[in-house]
């Protein structure tokens, strides 16, 4: 079993950032792929970025492609979200997602945190 928690959430300033951090405790973090899903009121849950255990290689969802980085630390077991130029369609809850697979469907994980809201104002 692995717990997820995410922290540095808040509200931002449109053109601003945050970076958001999600802590793994349980099993190896370092054997799984890492990611970040958000879901904005009234949608559905959407993939973010993921990063792969070894490499690592990061993939992006379109949308934030360019402004958002996402890291890990495996000393640390904690992987990061480094979100700039932020915009108010990012306006969502942030979910850390752990031990993800790449299907034809998209990422899926078998873990997710709790998740933190990120508010970006205009």
């Known amino acids: 079993q692995v717990q997820l928690v995410e922290s540095g959430g808040g509200l931002v300033q449109a053109g601003g950032s945050l970076r958001l951090s999600c802590a793994a405790s349980?099993?190896?973090?370092?054997?799984?792929?890492m990611g970040w899903f958000r879901q904005a009121p009234g949608k559905e849950r959407e993939f973010v970025a993921a990063?792969?255990?070894?490499?690592?290689?990061?993939y992006y969802a379109d949308s934030v492609k360019g402004r958002f980085t996402i890291s890990r630390d495996n000393v640390k077991n904690t992987v990061y979200l480094q979100m700039n130029s932020l915009k108010p369609e990012d306006t969502a809850v942030y979910y850390c997602?752990?031990?993800?697979?790449?299907?034809?469907?998209?990422?899926?994980?078998?873990?997710w945190g709790q998740g933190t809201q990120v508010t970006v104002s205009s």
């Open positions: 349980g099993r190896a973090f370092s054997a799984y792929a």
């Open positions: 997602a752990g031990d993800l697979a790449k299907y034809a469907s998209g990422w899926t994980p078998n873990y």
């Open positions: 990063i792969t255990r070894t490499g690592p290689f990061t």
